[in-house]
């Protein structure tokens, strides 16, 4: 949900170079709910790397049982993006396969005013291929430029100025780009050393329509997040806030899926105001995006905690490192979370697993560990901070990067399972 800039680097072949894939079957075709939830070995990893205690003893002890779907366990960007490129159907397939019970799909529109599941509006240049084809490059914001001069290479290419069907045409990639590319193809190199390209040979873009079918066949959890434009509205001329905002719950409506089912999310507050007073019932289980301490401080941001209750919200989602701090070598629930639980306000985090091997965490610093940097200093603490945010500070899910990391927490302690 955060959103941050693509780190460039320069690395090698990748097979989205010169590979249109094939198109995958539509993304709900032969889906059917999944009840062999496999992890794969991070999990059992991260157990292995712990200090060794009553926490370290109790994950031990449920590595040989049998883990099912945990609607704690909250994919985001679809739950794989480690190693799969974000928001793809593939993401989607291993988050639901490492045992996430609810699906992301952040909600973007295109030049046609259709929905799509992308993390920014303008981020198509570092998620997918689009600089790489001519004619879809030359409708961007921003057209691929080299680097010269000591200048970088840039561009800037938005779902919006695209149709959907130009958007469907896409692969998707991982996010990054090469900084010092002087073609198109050196601009797509930039995936980060601890993540992979090994799956990155065309990822299947999804339609918001299209995420709920495959959702739906799933028999999963849906969280779509409305994301803030970055285009002036409104769009076109006639395109209001207020207009996108409903035609992402009319999406849901349309396809039949009860407002139980769905937790919408935005960073925009007016947008939860809105939901509250047009959408009721999807607002029930609205989340506001809280990022206010970021510019404000964590003091303003936990002093604004009650108006949120005052307004009628009742989900606060803010990143990581407002829910805890460190005090004498350990991780501690946070005035924010103290505060918040004290007004009654459900507590949703995001995003585990998005940070890299904890070692550099600790000595170089991260967005998402920034409160408790002294005292993460392997990967095996993950699973510190995870316990904190689950049995201190209580919150209802986490999203994640990796599902299964969540999912065997969950299983372990019977979170949503």
């Not at 046609?112 to 030359?138: F, G, W």
């Not at 090469?178 to 993540?195: C, F, I, K, V």
Request: with cysteine; proline share 6%; hydrophobic share 35%.
């Amino acid at each position: 949900m955060h959103f941050t800039a693509s780190l460039a680097a320069a690395v090698g072949f990748t097979a989205i170079d010169h590979v249109l894939a094939k198109p995958f079957p539509a993304p709900a075709d032969n889906l059917r709910p999944i009840t062999q939830i496999e992890l794969g070995p991070r999990p059992y990893y991260l157990v292995d790397n712990m200090d060794d205690g009553p926490l370290k003893s109790k994950l031990e002890s449920c590595q040989n049982m049998k883990m099912r779907p945990s609607s704690f366990s909250i994919a985001h960007r679809g739950g794989g993006p480690l190693q799969f490129p974000e928001h793809s159907k593939e993401s989607n397939l291993a988050g639901a396969r490492m045992g996430a019970g609810i699906l992301e799909c952040d909600v973007a529109f295109t030049k046609d005013l259709e929905l799509v599941c992308r993390h920014s509006q303008c981020d198509l240049h570092t998620t997918t291929n689009i600089v790489n084809i001519p004619e879809l490059n030359a409708k961007c914001s921003t057209p691929f430029q080299a680097a010269a001069n000591g200048k970088p290479a840039n561009a800037k290419c938005c779902t919006s100025d695209i149709t959907l069907a130009e958007f469907k045409s896409l692969c998707g990639k991982m996010d990054g780009f090469n900084a010092s590319a002087t073609t198109p193809e050196d601009y797509l190199h930039g995936t980060l050393s601890w993540r992979t390209d090994l799956y990155s040979t065309c990822g299947t873009t999804l339609s918001l329509k299209e995420h709920i079918a495959m959702t739906k066949a799933l028999g999963l959890q849906f969280t779509p997040e409305l994301k803030t434009p970055q285009v002036t509205m409104p769009f076109h001329g006639n395109y209001t806030q207020q207009d996108y905002a409903q035609q992402f719950i009319d999406t849901f409506k349309k396809a039949g899926i009860p407002p139980s089912r769905v937790w919408p999310q935005s960073f925009l507050y007016d947008d939860l105001l809105y939901w509250l007073k047009a959408e009721p019932q999807f607002a029930k289980q609205a989340m506001y995006l809280d990022e206010n301490a970021d510019v404000a401080g964590i003091q303003a941001a936990t002093h604004n905690l009650t108006r949120y209750k005052a307004d009628g919200i009742k989900i606060v989602a803010p990143p990581l490192s407002y829910l805890v701090s460190s005090q004498d070598g350990k991780i501690v629930p946070s005035e924010y979370a103290k505060r918040a639980n004290t007004l009654g306000l459900k507590i949703i985090t995001w995003s585990l697993e998005r940070s890299g091997p904890i070692a550099g965490v600790h000595a170089n610093g991260d967005y998402y560990y920034s409160s408790i940097q002294d005292v993460v200093k392997k990967d095996g603490d993950i699973y510190n901070l995870v316990d904190v945010l689950a049995r201190q500070v209580g919150v209802l899910g986490m999203f994640s990067d990796w599902s299964a990391t969540v999912t065997y927490y969950a299983n372990c302690f019977g979170l949503g399972v």
